[in-house]
Every structure is written in structure tokens, then in C-alpha cells.
């Protein structure tokens, strides 16, 4: 075991060119037993590198002789390092470019066990699907509801642990990993003014043009003219085979004060007019929304957020993982639906 993780950490130093930490030992399999008389082989590769972390793969072969054609396969595991900087963080890592054929085959897999890790840690820790996620909707105490509504997403937002997972032209991907959490935050820089980008997403009616998850969204109730109730029907299937439906509330709020985004939040809520159907499987999102920064006179920072819930939580992770580009896709769509869309609102912008 020892020998396997020397060799392991020495594949990881020469991709960082400094020393690396074990941090996991994934999937660790012993064939079978070696012989006395064998002679062992040890072998290591960096599968893939993600943003601060890499998977080393070590196998362990023995043999009898040097002229032997065939070695047995004794020992493999799948080793998780990191490279600390001098406060002790994982440092961001340098691309790993797989080798056409059988790299690219390791590097495909390694991404599909970084999503087995993800969805392992955060289905079977969370047991989301023991306790409903929809508060109920109550008239009378609409402002309380609200209040939390948008305090819940202020507070994701906040968050200091945020890290870097991916990154395609202007767009990033983050994610927040908690004890019973798994929360993405997708940021974008546009060519649009705030209070445009702030108005244009708050009207949920106009998701479908730039959401292809979205299928239709209803305006259900005018709670304010800043909170308003939607039924969200989506083209994503579960795993009953039936389109999702959300019942949701979105909450959207101005700056109190210098520096403070605008906030479009959203969170599931029951309403009687509107159970389950026998059609669809009922989703729920437990916190998510944009936050809105003006970043300039002519260019606004977009940030998504959303803490993963166990109906959505395989498609984050896919993206996560590097197996999906869908959430780049939505995002690049809904840039262009900004810019397409942003001189349609410029009139009342006083008004939001």
C-alpha cells in the first residue's frame, strides 16, 4: 500500500512540479495475492487533473520472470491529490491535456467517478427525499415568507468557501461543498445595463426563450409587484419518466444600499390550487436565484445561484464532473436573450 502511494505521488509531483497530499484513496481493489518469488510492477498515471485536485491511477502487476508475456494483475486504486499552497489551500492545478485513445479514456472515467463521489456524498448524506422542501403558502404571513425567501439566497451568496470549478470563455462555474450541501454558482460579465438584466430575468413568462429546460411558466398569483407565484413546467424528465413541474416563489428586491446586488430568489412553496398531477413528477428547489451587479456604466456582473436538491442534483454534478456542457449552453442562451431583449426595457427603468 505504501509502495502505491510513493509511486502515485510521484506521477502527481511531475504534472505540478511540487509535492503533492493524498487526500482519498478511491475504489482500492485487491485482485489477488502475490507469490513469494514475484516480482511486483508499480505503475502510475494522472487520469485527470480538475480544478484543485487530480486522480492518480496506480496498478500493481507481478511476474516471474522478465521474458513472461503476461503479468498478473494484482492490486489498483484511484488516488486523490491536492498541492497545499503556504495558507494550507489547495492550489489551482495546471490543465491536463489526455493523449488521443487510451488517455482520453482515463480522463472520460475520471470524471464519471468525480460524479459518483459527488453524488455518493451528497444522496446518501442529505437524504434530501425524507423531509419536503415546499413551505406552504400562507396569505397572511406572505411577508415573512418572502423575507426568507430572499434572506435564504443573501446568505448562499455570502459564503466565503466558494470555489473555482470550471471555466469556458466569460463564464465560471463554482461550487460550495457543506456537510449536507452541494451548492453552483454560475457568473457571466455582459454588455447590459443591471437594471435591464434585473427586469428582464425577473419575468419568469420569458424563461422559455432562453431556458431550454423550461417548457412554460404561468403567472399563478401577483402576490406584490415584487413577488410573484409561478407554475414551472420543464422539458427535464425524472426518474419516474414524467416532465418536471415547480410550483415557485420568486422574490425580487433593489439594493438597500451601495454595493448591494439586486436579488431575483426563488423557492418552492405548496399552493392548494395547485397539487401534484398524475403528468408530471413535482419538483423542488430549496434556494436559488440571480444576484445583479453593476460592474460599469455598460457592463453588469450575472451570478446564478443554486444548492442542489436530490431531483437536480445528478444533472449538477454531470456538469460538475466536466461530463455535461448544458449549464454553458443555458448561460450562453441567456446572454444573448439579454442582449437581444435589453432595449425593450429601457423604457421605466425607474420603476422596477
Known amino acids: 500500500m505504501a509502495w502505491m502511494e510513493n509511486v502515485a505521488t510521484i506521477a502527481a509531483s511531475r504534472l505540478c512540479n511540487a509535492y503533492p497530499t493524498l487526500k482519498t ?17 508499480f505503475k502510475a498515471i494522472v487520469n485527470n487533473a480538475f480544478k484543485n485536485s487530480m486522480e492518480v491511477g496506480v496498478c500493481v502487476e507481478a511476474y516471474r520472470h522478465e521474458m513472461e508475456l503476461s503479468r498478473r494483475h494484482i492490486n489498483s486504486a484511484f488516488m486523490i491529490f491536492v ?10 492545478l495546471p490543465v491536463l491535456k489526455p493523449e488521443p485513445g487510451d488517455g482520453e479514456r482515463r480522463f472520460k472515467e475520471a470524471s464519471a467517478r468525480q460524479k459518483i463521489r459527488l453524488d455518493r456524498k451528497y444522496v446518501i448524506t442529505c437524504k434530501y427525499t425524507e423531509v419536503p422542501l415546499s413551505v406552504p403558502w400562507d ?52 454588455c447590459c445595463n443591471v ?10 413568462r420569458k424563461r422559455h426563450e432562453w431556458d431550454r429546460h423550461c417548457a412554460t411558466c404561468e403567472l399563478v398569483q401577483q402576490v406584490d409587484k415584487d413577488d410573484m407565484i409561478y407554475h414551472v413546467i420543464s422539458h427535464t424528465i425524472s426518474e419516474e419518466n414524467k416532465p418536471l413541474d415547480f410550483v415557485v416563489l420568486v422574490s425580487r428586491r433593489k439594493p438597500y444600499s451601495p454595493g448591494d446586488p439586486y436579488v431575483l430568489a426563488f423557492r418552492s412553496i405548496t399552493l392548494p390550487t395547485h397539487p401534484t398531477m398524475p403528468q408530471y413528477t413535482r419538483g423542488e428547489t430549496l434556494c436559488s436565484g440571480f444576484c445583479f451587479w453593476q460592474e460599469t456604466d ?24 466536466g461530463l455535461s456542457s448544458s449549464f454553458y449552453r443555458t448561460f450562453q442562451d441567456c446572454e444573448q436573450f439579454l442582449l437581444k431583449n435589453k432595449d425593450k426595457v429601457s423604457v421605466g427603468l425607474q420603476n422596477p
Do not use: C
Open 83 to 92: 498541492v497545499l499552497n503556504e495558507n494550507a489551500q489547495p492550489r489551482i
Open 298 to 321: 455598460k457592463f453588469t456582473n450575472v451570478s446564478y445561484y443554486h444548492q442542489a436538491t436530490s431531483g437536480l442534483l445528478s444533472y449538477i454534478t454531470t456538469n460538475i464532473a
Open 25 to 41: 484513496i478511491e475504489m482500492f481493489q485487491f485482485r489477488q495475492p502475490s507469490q513469494v518469488g514475484d516480482r511486483l510492477l
Open 139 to 190: 396569505q397572511s404571513n406572505k411577508v415573512y415568507l418572502s423575507y426568507n425567501n430572499v434572506s435564504a439566497l443573501k446568505t448562499l451568496v455570502a459564503k466565503a468557501n466558494w470555489e473555482l470549478a470550471s471555466e469556458r470563455d466569460k463564464f465560471k462555474m463554482y461550487i460550495l461543498e457543506e456537510d449536507t450541501f452541494l451548492s453552483v454558482r454560475i457568473e457571466m460579465t455582459i
Open 195 to 204: 437594471l435591464q438584466a434585473f427586469l428582464l430575468l425577473s419575468d419568469l
